[in-house]
């Protein structure tokens, strides 16, 4: 898990977000600006889109939001009784389960970023991520019997899969997935496939700082999105316009655990089941919000060296990382947003 940082959209460089569930902004070449807010998989739900009348956009945010709300019950590691923690409670029993297509679909890309990563990234980190979160909430480090206890249930290559009957084996006893990592990159995919359906197709969505753009609105180039600072000495300000593309950013400005006079990162190697012990900031512009939410957690995993090689095994990816060691600020970016 990972806090999402310094994003903000702007359009005719006015904020971009209202927080009212509904109001008409503007109205261009007969189409006109929606906007909708709501609190979703605990943090914030924002959708913009331009649609021909109310009663369509009505219609197409009715359908938006059922959908993320489907996605929840079936990603949420927090929610008892969701499908994802259902097929936890089944790992070391050695039975395939077969799982719906949209859990199946998440844990395939998951698995596969995990691979792409060499485990930087890992969906069956959740009982080192209960252990961190723990500890990180009460501000105590976790023990080393715990932590091995925990590392002994993780690892993406203990969870198979078969993609003729959608099935999923958890092989070690004591698995839990947590899929916080890439869902939301997931779910924003998914909420404009159905934007789509409806015809609409100029449109921002974001949950929580993982923000995908589709079609320019009317009469611009793209969607303005602004990556701002704040942090580990850096002031800078960078604005991007995008379109048909995700951008996230993760970084540990509020979430952190200081132990000893180490500070550690609520971002989390799976390898090593301790928190990042430097401050790392990327930003990832991707071609679809899976991918932006996911290598966030990759490229800070890495630092700034390693980002540098791993990139070439995504591509369509641009990365703009920070990374603060030693009290240097270092910064770069792969190419020009």
């Known amino acids: 898990m990972t806090t999402k940082l310094f994003l ?41 889109f331009y649609a021909p009348d109310s009663l369509t956009a009505q219609r197409a945010y009715a359908a938006v939001s059922a959908r993320m709300d489907s ?36 844990l395939q890309k998951a698995q596969m970023i995990a691979r792409l990563s060499d485990g930087r990234f890992d969906p069956t980190l959740g009982p080192l991520s209960l252990l961190w979160r723990r500890a990180v909430r009460r501000k105590e480090f976790p023990g080393a019997k715990e932590r091995r206890r925990a590392r002994r249930s993780v690892g993406y290559r203990l969870m198979d899969l078969d993609s003729t009957t959608r099935s999923v084996r958890l092989r070690q006893s004591g698995m839990r997935l947590d899929v916080g990592g890439i869902g939301q990159g997931f779910a924003i995919d998914e909420a404009l496939q159905v934007l789509h359906h409806f015809g609409i197709y100029s449109a921002l969505i974001d949950i929580g700082g993982d923000i995908l753009v589709g079609d320019p609105p009317p009469n611009l180039a793209g969607w303005r999105v602004g990556i701002g600072s704040g942090s580990a000495g850096d002031t800078d300000t960078t604005t991007v316009v995008i379109k048909n593309a995700a951008i996230t950013t993760s970084g540990d400005t509020y979430r952190f655990l200081e132990y000893h006079g180490q500070r550690y990162s609520h971002i989390m190697d799976p390898r090593s089941g301790l928190g990042l012990r430097h401050f790392v900031r990327s930003t990832v512009l991707a071609p679809n919000g899976y991918q932006a939410d996911a290598l966030t957690k990759v490229f800070s995993v890495a630092g700034l060296h390693k980002s540098r090689r791993l990139i070439g095994r995504f591509p369509g990816t641009k990365l703009l990382i920070l990374e603060n060691k030693q009290g240097q600020l270092h910064k770069w970016q792969s190419a020009s947003f």
């Not at 007969?30 to 709501?38: E, I, P």
């Not at 929840?72 to 936890?88: A, F, H, K, T, V």
Request: hydrophobic fraction near 45%.
């Open 71 to 106: 996605l929840n019950q079936i990603m949420s590691d927090y929610m008892d009784g969701s499908e994802i923690n259902r097929l936890s409670a089944t790992s070391g029993s050695g039975i395939w389960v077969s799982v719906s297509t949209d859990l199946f679909y998440v």
């Open 8 to 48: 903000r959209f702007t359009l005719l460089h006015l904020v971009a977000i209202n927080l009212l569930p509904f109001f008409i902004y503007a109205q261009s070449g007969g189409s006109t600006r929606f906007s909708y807010h709501r609190g979703l998989m605990g943090t914030q739900f924002n959708v913009i």
